[in-house]
C-alpha cells in the first residue's frame, strides 16, 4: 500500500493511526461562531481534522430549483438564498484556517464545483475530497488533479463499475497519484443492513496501493469503530453540536461527547487488533499457574 502523507506531517494508511475526520460539511449553519466551536470541540476530542463542504451556489443548486421557497431560521426565502446564506467566504474560511491552526488539528473541505477548488487552493489545504455525488465528475477531478494534493474519493450511491472507471481516470493522469478511497452508503440515517462494511476489504483487495477507509452516515458508534478493525485507515462522520439543531446533516451527526468516545474506541481498537502471532502475555502465567493442571517447562519455574 502506498502510504499518503499530508503537508501537515500526518500519515494516512498501513501502520499508521487511523486518520479521524469530524465532517462539519454545513453543520456551521452559516455561523463562524459555530464553526470555530465545533474546531474547538474536534480538536479536544482528539480528531484528526475537521472537514467543511464547499459549494458556489450558483453552479450547484439547479437553475429550475432557485426560486423554490423555504421556511429557514432566518425566514422564509428562496432555496438560492439560503444556500448563499450558509456558504463561508474568504473572511469566515481564513478565520477558520487560523483557528484551525492555532488549534493543532487539521481542515479541509470537499468542494462540489471547479471554482470551489480554485477558491480552496488559497488555503493550501492537507487534501481534497471528493464527495460521493462528484464521483463521475471528471472535470471536477482534473481540477483537483492538477493541484497535486492528496485526493480522498468516497463511493457512495457507486457503481464497482463507475469506482473503476474514476480510479483509472486518476491513475491515467498520474500512475503516483496520492488517492485514498472511502466505502459509503448515501443515506442519511444509514440502517446497519445497508452499511456492507465488508466493502472496506472488497475496496482493498479491488486497490491494494491504496489506502482504504470509511465515510460513515450511520447513527451510534459501533459501526464506525468496526470498520476500523475491518481495515478502514481513515474514518469520516458527521458532527454537530447539537443534534437538534435547525438543518438536514445534524440528526445524522455525532455530538463532542460522542465523536471523543468514538475518538477513544477506535484508539482502544487499533491497539486491541495486534499483529495475529500468539503469545503468552505476562499477565497470563499467574492465571495458568493457578488454573492448569500441566505447565509446560518453559513456565514451571
Ligand atoms: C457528502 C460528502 O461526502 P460523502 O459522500 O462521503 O458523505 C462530502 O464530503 O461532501
Sequence with gaps: MKNVTLSS?????????CYIIAEIGINHNGSLDIAK?????????????????KRTPELCVPLDQWEIQRDTPWGRMS????????????LEYSAIDQHAKQRGIDWFASPWDVESVTFLEHFSPVLYKL??????????????????RPLMISTGMSTVKEITETVAF????????????????????CKPEELNLSMIRTLGEMFPDTPIGY?????????????????????????????????????????????ARLVKDIRDVEIAVGDGIKKVYE???????????????????
Design 9 to 17: 506531517g500526518k500519515v494516512i494508511g498501513k501502520g499508521q493511526p
Design 37 to 53: 466551536q465545533l474546531i474547538d470541540e474536534g480538536a479536544n476530542a482528539k480528531a484528526d481534522a475537521v472537514k467543511f463542504q
Design 79 to 90: 432555496y438560492i438564498d439560503y444556500k448563499r446564506k450558509t456558504e463561508f467566504g474568504n
Design 131 to 148: 464527495a460521493s455525488a462528484s464521483l463521475t465528475d471528471l472535470e471536477l477531478i482534473e481540477k483537483i488533479l492538477h493541484t497535486g
Design 170 to 189: 486518476i491513475k491515467n493522469f498520474d500512475e503516483n497519484y496520492p488517492l485514498m478511497i472511502a466505502h459509503s452508503t448515501s443515506a442519511y440515517p
Design 215 to 259: 465515510s460513515g452516515h450511520e447513527t451510534g458508534l459501533a459501526t464506525t469503530v468496526a470498520a476500523v478493525a475491518l481495515g478502514a485507515t481513515f474514518v469520516e462522520r458527521h458532527f454537530t453540536l447539537d443534534r437538534a439543531m435547525w438543518g438536514s446533516d445534524h440528526a445524522a451527526s455525532v455530538e463532542p461527547q460522542g465523536l
Design 283 to 301: 499477565a497470563e502465567i499467574g492465571q495458568m499457574k493457578k488454573l492448569r493442571k500441566h505447565i509446560s517447562a518453559e513456565y514451571s519455574m
